[in-house]
C-alpha cells in the first residue's frame, strides 16, 4: 500500500510517516478528530505499517491529523467509521481484531504512565479514589453498526456474528492485589445479527470479576433489543437492523453503572449495577463473583469496533472460526468484517442518576409476594427435576413463593446456549415438582392468536412485560401480559392457550 503523508510532519516520526495515509473516498483533508472531541483518546487499529509484528496504535497527540482509508475516517456524512476485519493482527490478550479508542484521561500528558491511576478511573468505594484521574465517569454515543461477519465455522458459538461498539476494561496488573487487576471487562455492549435475520440483536455482558482459569469467570449477558448470544431465533420486530441509529450512555456514578439504551421505534431501555459488590443487575447475588466486584480495578472507557468473530479454531466459548485471508481487499468482497459509524462520542464526569432508573426491571414484581433464597439452599431433588428436563441448566437465582394454599419455588437461570428460562416448582409433600416453564418474550415473538385474543379483549392494555408460561407436561401455554400506569401501579391478563385455542382468562391462572 503506498504511504502519503497527510497534514504535515509528524513528530512521532518512524510511525506516523508510516501510518498517516491519504483519506481516499472520505471528506477531503478532514480526519475524524476535526469532527469528533477526541483529546483523550488514542486508537488501536488492525494493521502492522511499521512492521513490529503488533497491532498499531496512534497516541492522542497524532491522532488529531490522522485517519486511514480503510479502518478509521470520517464518511461523507462526517460520520466516524471503524472497521475491522475478522482476520489481523489482535491485541496481546485477545484474539479478536479492532478498530477502536481507548480513552485517556491523562490526554497528550505522556509524562502520566497508562496504567497509571491518574490516566483511569475506579469507583467511590475504593480506598485510594482520590489518587485517581477521575471517580466514575460517563460516555455517551450515537452510532448504527454498517456490518458483522458473514461467516462462521462454528455459528452456534456466542461471538459468531457480533461486534462490541462500546466498553469498560479494567487494567491488567502483573502482580496481583486481593483478587483484584484481571483485566476484566465490566460492560460490553454488544451488536449481533445472524446472516439469514433481517434485524440483529442489542445486549451487554458483566463479566465476573475472576481470574482466567476459575470456571466461573464468564460473563453474564443481559438483553436490550431482541435475543441474547446464541440464540437463532429471529428477533423480528423486536430487534434492530444494520443502518439503525442507536444510542448508549454508560453512567458510573459513585458505585454503580447506570445505563440507558434508546432507539427510534423501541422502548428506552435502562438496567443499573453496582461495580463494588457481587450482586447483579437483577438485584440478585451472584454467588460466583467477587464478593467486591471492581472495588480496587483501575478503569477506562472504549468505543469503536471490536471484531468478536475470530478467526481461532479451538473448542473455547470464544472462539467461531470466523472465516477470513488477511488480505483485505479479500476479505471485503467476502463480508468478513465489521464496521461501525459513530455520529456522537461524548465522554466526562459521571452525573446523579434520575430517580428509579433501571427499575423497569421489577415489573410484576409488586403482584408477587416472593423471598429470596440462596441458590446453595436449593432442594436436591428440586434440582433433579429440573436436570431431567433441561441438563443444561444452570441456576442463578432462587424464590420462594406462597399462593393459592401453595409453597412454590421459582428457579432462574441459563441454558447451554444462553437462553434465560425460569423453572415453577411447586411443593408436592416433600417433593418438588416442575410445573411451569418460563420465559420472557416480546410482542412480535406471540404467537398471533394470542396477542389477537389481548388486543379483542382489551385494546388499550400496553404490556410493558411478557412471559410465557407452559404448563408442563399438560399441552396447556399461559401468557402472562404487565401494564404500568402512569402512577407506577402494575396490572395483569393472562391469555390461555389449550387445543390451539386462545382464551382471555378472568381470573388467574391456578395449578
Given amino acids: 500500500m503506498k504511504v502519503i503523508p497527510q497534514r504535515g510532519k509528524c513528530s512521532n516520526a518512524a510511525m506516523l510517516l508510516i501510518l498517516s495515509i491519504f483519506n481516499v473516498g472520505a471528506i477531503a483533508d478532514v480526519v475524524p478528530a476535526d469532527k469528533f472531541d477526541l483529546s483523550e483518546w488514542n486508537i488501536t487499529l488492525p494493521t502492522d505499517e511499521n512492521n513490529d509484528g503488533k497491532p498499531d496504535s496512534v497516541s492522542v497527540k497524532d491522532i488529531q491529523d490522522f ?211 457481587a450482586v447483579d443487575a437483577n438485584g440478585k447475588l451472584d454467588e460466583h463473583d467477587h464478593p467486591y466486584g471492581y472495588t480496587l480495578d483501575w478503569n477506562y472507557f472504549k468505543a469503536g469496533a471490536y471484531n468478536q468473530c475470530s478467526t481461532k479454531d479451538d473448542p473455547g466459548f470464544w472462539y467461531p472460526a470466523c472465516l477470513g485471508t488477511g488480505n483485505w481487499e479479500e476479505d471485503k468482497v467476502n463480508g468478513d468484517y465489521a464496521s461501525v459509524t459513530f455520529t456522537r462520542l461524548e465522554v466526562g464526569e459521571s452525573v446523579a442518576p434520575k430517580a428509579n432508573h433501571g427499575e423497569h426491571a421489577k415489573i410484576g414484581a409488586t403482584l408477587n409476594e416472593k423471598v429470596g433464597m440462596s441458590v446453595s439452599d436449593i432442594p436436591d431433588n428440586a434440582l433433579t427435576a429440573i436436570k431431567a428436563i433441561e441438563p443444561s441448566f444452570t441456576v442463578n437465582e432462587v424464590e420462594k413463593e406462597l399462593k393459592h394454599g401453595n409453597t412454590y419455588l421459582d428457579v432462574e437461570g441459563v441454558l447451554a446456549d444462553g437462553r434465560e428460562i425460569e423453572f415453577d416448582m411447586l411443593q408436592v409433600a416433600d417433593k418438588w ?66 387445543g390451539g385455542e386462545a382464551v382471555v382468562l378472568a381470573k388467574e391462572w391456578q395449578h
Fill in 67 to 277: 485517519s486511514h482509508p480503510d479502518f478509521f475516517y470520517l464518511d461523507e456524512n462526517g460520520g466516524m467509521v471503524f472497521t475491522s476485519p475478522n482476520k489481523a493482527l489482535t491485541t496481546a490478550n485477545s484474539s479478536n481484531t479492532r478498530s477502536e479508542l481507548r480513552h485517556m484521561l491523562r490526554g497528550k500528558s505522556t509524562r502520566i504512565k497508562t496504567k497509571s491511576p491518574k490516566n483511569n478511573f475506579t469507583v467511590a468505594s475504593n480506598p485510594i479514589a482520590k489518587r485517581f484521574g477521575r471517580v466514575g465517569g460517563k460516555m455517551e454515543a450515537t452510532l448504527k453498526v454498517n456490518h458483522v461477519a458473514l461467516r462462521a465455522k462454528y455459528p452456534e458459538k456466542a461471538p459468531a456474528y457480533s461486534v462490541v461498539i462500546g466498553q469498560i476494561h479494567a487494567s491488567k496488573w502483573e502482580k496481583k492485589i486481593k483478587g483484584f487487576g484481571w483485566g476484566n471487562e465490566p460492560l460490553k455492549i454488544y451488536y449481533k445479527k445472524w446472516p439469514n435475520h433481517e434485524k440483529g440483536s442489542v445486549f451487554w455482558t458483566y463479566e465476573r470479576n475472576l481470574p482466567k482459569d476459575d470456571a466461573n469467570r464468564r460473563d453474564i449477558a443481559y438483553p436490550v433489543w431482541g435475543n441474547l448470544w446464541t440464540n437463532p431465533e429471529d428477533p423480528g420486530e423486536a430487534g434492530l437492523a444494520l443502518g439503525e441509529a442507536l444510542s448508549y450512555v454508560v453512567n458510573v456514578h459513585g458505585d454503580v453503572m447506570y445505563l440507558t439504551f434508546e432507539a427510534d421505534g423501541h422502548e428506552t431501555v435502562e438496567y443499573k449495577i453496582n461495580l463494588a459488590n
Fill in 433 to 498: 415438582k416442575v410445573v411451569e416453564i418460563q420465559r420472557d418474550l416480546v410482542w412480535s415473538q406471540l404467537p398471533e392468536n394470542v396477542s389477537g385474543a389481548l388486543k379483542q379483549s382489551s385494546p388499550d392494555f400496553e404490556a410493558k412485560r411478557i412471559i410465557e408460561s407452559v404448563q408442563h407436561g399438560t399441552g396447556i401455554t399461559v401468557y402472562e401480559f404487565y401494564a404500568v400506569d402512569s402512577q407506577g401501579k402494575e396490572s395483569r391478563k393472562e391469555v390461555k392457550v389449550e
